[in-house]
């Protein structure tokens, strides 16, 4: 953690359904051990989001853990 400063981000095309089951699996331990189901429906051929990937990843990862 950098106390103070912005860390620098990485813009590029993110796959958002990649990313987002992506977390599904990291989650899936953490989830099932309070009993939620995680799943991710996505549209097919969805356009790749301008993302920083990690940073995006992070955020969304952090809000899932407050969530379960």
Known sequence: LEIGRRPRLTIAPCDAAALLDDLRVSL?????????????????????????RDALYRCLLNLALNAL
């Open 28 to 52: 899936q331990l953490q989830s099932a051990q309070r009993g939620v189901t995680l799943s991710v429906e996505a549209e097919p051929g969805l356009r790749p989001v301008a993302a920083d």
